[in-house]
């Protein structure tokens, strides 16, 4: 517990951190970059196309039709650029989420080995393809569990558990893995894993509710359409400091149980019998044995 808690307020106080902040603001820099050069390029075709396809004879024609009695002449050309606008945005967040994904972790668990675990060992037990595979797999399963427990979610305290279960061990396969892929070798990440599996979990699973934030802010931006240009940006912000607070707090807590598991080992020096240095070789040849030494002088009378 005590490292569970320690993990938490360092992954806290790193969000802080200039590199951090600006990598929670990579997506929004990634997004603006790709708004402007898609915009250059194709919005002028993108609203053309969007405006034929609403102007095309069938049931929306009515609906214009009806729209210019009302004194609302050519609405295809405000509708247009809101349909592009709708259709593209979920993309370029897509795309910079994923990026992000990909940069952040590695940067996040340098940033906390070069501060707190400069002399740890870098013994490279995970490559990218295997993280990747480690990933794929996970996910594989996760999604496998959640199909199967479908039915149990008809009961209703199952319903707040399972979900949350499983996305909160799926993190923690992935987070953990990722957060010891350079440092830990293969046998020490499996050890981890089953020594610290309720803990990584438990971390697994908060995050998987802190995830659930951005959310509200996502709902708020359909509701409020006034405003979607601002709690949009906003809300991918807030879960990229999420994912930054969640790879951080893996990072503390895992590569500090490596330090510790190390230490462990490191003590418990274990001489084979075969290797032991025999006596005779431990002996001071300068000092003479019991047998060698003159007899006793006798006393004067």
């Not at 070798?185 to 894993?193: G, H, V």
């Not at 601002?230 to 330090?259: D, K, Q």
């Not at 490191?266 to 000092?287: A, F, G, Q």
Request: aromatic share 12%.
């Amino acid at each position: 517990m005590a490292l569970l808690l320690d993990s938490f307020w360092r992954a806290m106080a790193y969000c802080v951190h200039p590199r951090v902040i600006m990598l929670s603001l990579l997506p929004l820099l990634l997004m603006a970059i790709l708004a402007l050069g898609l915009g250059y390029f194709y919005w002028d075709a993108a609203v053309q196309y969007a405006q034929a396809l609403l102007q095309a004879p069938g049931l929306m024609s009515s609906f214009w039709n009806w729209l210019q009695r009302f004194g609302i002449a050519d609405a295809t050309s405000f509708v247009a650029p809101l349909i592009v606008v709708a259709f593209i945005t979920p993309l370029i967040v897509l795309v910079a989420l994923l990026v992000v994904a990909v940069l952040m972790t590695p940067a996040l668990v340098a940033l906390v080995a070069q501060r707190r675990f400069a002399t740890l060992e870098r013994k490279k037990g995970g490559s990218l393809l295997w993280s990747l595979g480690w990933s794929l797999g996970s996910t594989a399963l996760a999604l496998l569990a959640l199909v199967v427990s479908v039915p149990l979610w008809l009961i209703p305290p199952l319903v707040l558990v399972l979900p949350p279960l499983i996305w909160g061990w799926l993190t923690y396969r992935v987070m953990a893995f990722d957060a010891l892929a350079e440092h830990a070798s293969s046998a020490e990440r499996k050890a981890l894993f089953l020594r610290h599996r309720w803990s990584l979990l438990l971390i697994g699973i908060f995050c998987g509710y802190l995830g659930a934030a951005p959310a509200i802010v996502w709902a708020s931006g359909v509701v409020f359409a006034a405003a979607f240009f601002i709690l949009i940006p906003l809300a991918i912000w807030i879960y990229t400091l999420v994912f930054a607070f969640s790879s951080l707090w893996f990072a503390h807590f895992c590569l500090s149980a490596l330090a510790l598991l190390r230490a462990e080992t490191d003590t418990r020096v274990v001489i084979d019998p075969s290797e032991r240095t025999p006596d005779s070789v431990l002996t001071d040849h300068n000092t003479p044995s019991v047998t060698n030494l003159p007899p006793p002088e006798k006393a004067a009378p």
